[in-house]
């Protein structure tokens, strides 16, 4: 079962309107709270947003993107400068999602309008945002990395989809307003859950990943 919640996940973009429980997304959280820590620091903060908080929040995202308000996040996720192959592997899955909803090279309306998607959460019923203290440091992130790794495995085994969302961080400032979070915590990124839209077309993307003897080295002297 757990192999089959690993392999199962997948960024989905499209959900139906079907609520989750609270005792579900309780579940998922203390299951995935066992995720390994330096010291058992834990240096998770979770803040989920369901019916009115979760519109409050897209709503000012989507208004400060209107206005054309710059935002950045508080770190870099994406190196300035992509070496191989890993600028092939970003190229192939954007045109690959792309296609999928028929939006065309050089077509900057619609693809606006499909990242502004990750604002309402792909219209899932929950949204997470995932927080952590600004004075951790590497390590924490890396530990806070095996953390939401276990959100998505835990939400497969309860029949939910996921799509973990670095796209929020810009608007840290927004959320912190918004959500009345905390000045000392950093936005490490946003997570839609719910139930998965078979029909929506995007929800067909299947992403490649690259065989073994690409990235793992066997010694045995």
Known sequence: MTLEA???????????DQSVPLSTIDRILEASARAPSGTNMQPWQVTVVTGAAKARITDAVMAARRSGEAH???????????PEPYITRRRKVGWDMYGLVDIKKGDTERMTAQHDQNFTFFEAPVGLFFTIHKSLEIGSWLDYGMFIQNVMTAARVEGLHTC?????ADFHQIIRRELGMPEDQTVVCGMAL?????SAPINA?????????DWVRKLDD
């Not at 719910?194 to 078979?198: H, M, V």
């Open 6 to 16: 690993i392999t199962s996940r997948r960024s989905v973009r499209g959900y139906t």
């Open 72 to 82: 950045k996040a508080e770190y870099q996720y994406y190196p300035k400068m992509f």
């Open 205 to 213: 993307l299947r992403t490649v990943r690259a065989p073994l003897e």
């Open 164 to 168: 973990a969302q670095a796209a929020w």
């Open 194 to 198: 719910g139930y998965e839209d078979t």
